[in-house]
């Protein structure tokens, strides 16, 4: 009994568990909530569509960031081989999960709040009132792509995928200082253009 009181080493496996399966079942509790909110966002877009005076940069945006929750999920196959090792992969594993939540969070209207049934959503309004702290989590979440990348030693940081990431990420930051929406459009499609090249690379 002290000799395994005194183990530094944890086991690999309790009971056939190992602790990497013990750790990414919380990630992907993270991604199940997130992958709701998308599912919710476009059921009330659905739900509400008399009530909505549609626009389309938004409805554009949750795809992109849907299919980008998807890319960064893939990558976690890869985490995973580290996440067990030291409890400070596993904190910076948690950070891609979140920023993608809090995009969804502001992204997505809670639509269902209005007060009457005749009573028109502004999805324009909203979404202009939004996209500064929209692409400030865009850009956080785009620079948070390149240090996974070099943390969980994907590929070095002078890498192809890595300048796209970083083309992504100075796109969304400059959405917090130039709010015009002629630039809105221009980083949808660019951004679009960005995650095709993207996946080439893969």
């Given amino acids: 009994m002290t000799i ?3 183990q530094n080493t944890p086991p690999h496996e309790i009971s056939g568990f190992s602790r990497i399966e ?3 079942i919380f990630n992907a509790i993270i991604f199940g909530f997130i992958v709701a909110e998308f599912f919710m966002g476009w059921g009330n877009f659905m739900r509400y569509r008399s009530q909505i ?7 554009l945006w949750s795809f992109l960031t849907f299919l980008v929750s998807i890319l960064i999920w893939w990558g976690t196959w890869t985490n995973n081989e580290f996440i067990g090792v030291n409890i400070f992969y596993y904190y910076y594993s948690l950070v891609l999960p979140l920023l993608l939540y ?3 969070v502001f992204l997505f209207p809670k639509i269902n709040e209005t007060k009457y049934e005749k009573d028109e959503f502004d999805l ?11 692409c400030f989590l865009y850009g956080l979440l785009f620079t948070a792509m390149i ?19 970083g083309g992504a990420a100075l796109l969304a930051f400059g959405g917090m200082i130039i ?13 679009f253009v960005l995650f ?3 996946l080439m690379t893969m």
């Fill in 179 to 191: 709010k015009k929406r002629n630039y809105y459009w221009f980083i949808t499609a660019v951004m």
């Fill in 102 to 104: 809090l995009v969804c």
């Fill in 124 to 134: 324009k309004r909203y979404f202009e009132k939004q996209a500064p702290i929209i």
């Fill in 147 to 165: 240090l996974n990348s070099v943390i969980f030693e994907e590929y070095e940081f002078f890498h192809l995928k890595n300048y796209i990431k």
């Fill in 22 to 24: 013990y750790l990414s």
């Fill in 196 to 198: 095709v090249g993207f």
């Fill in 4 to 6: 395994i009181f005194l």
């Fill in 53 to 59: 005076r549609f626009d389309f940069i938004p409805v």
